[in-house]
């Protein structure tokens, strides 16, 4: 039984050890980099919309595609967006 406990102790580092703290930094620090990354994210769509209509076609349709890659069911929604947005647009980017 004391080998058992003992073998738990071992395995889990004491809060407020150098481990635990070490692995809370490296938690903190990467849930601070992918809300930097999602800000920057949302940042750089604001800006492909706001300019949508002056983009070549193919790199509508690019970036569209790039967009509905994990989100088909949205593809209609999004493309009467961008069409409604910008009027300049033919048609909106289909495959």
């Known amino acids: 039984m004391e080998d058992t406990i003992k073998s738990l102790l071992d395995k889990q580092p004491a809060e407020g050890s150098r481990e635990t703290i070490d692995?809370?930094?490296?938690?903190?620090?990467?849930?601070k980099q992918q809300n930097g990354e999602?800000?920057?994210r949302d940042q750089l769509g604001g800006a492909v919309l706001e300019v949508w209509?002056?983009?070549?076609?193919?790199?509508?349709?690019?970036?569209?595609?790039?967009a509905m890659r994990n989100a088909?069911?949205?593809?209609?929604?999004?493309?009467?967006l961008l069409h409604?947005?910008?009027p300049r647009t033919e048609q909106s980017p289909q495959s």
């Open 23 to 31: 692995r809370q930094l490296a938690q903190q620090e990467q849930r």
């Open 72 to 80: 088909p069911e949205q593809r209609n929604e999004l493309a009467k």
């Open 38 to 40: 999602a800000l920057f």
């Open 84 to 86: 409604e947005r910008h």
């Open 53 to 66: 209509g002056d983009l070549p076609r193919d790199l509508q349709e690019a970036i569209f595609e790039i």
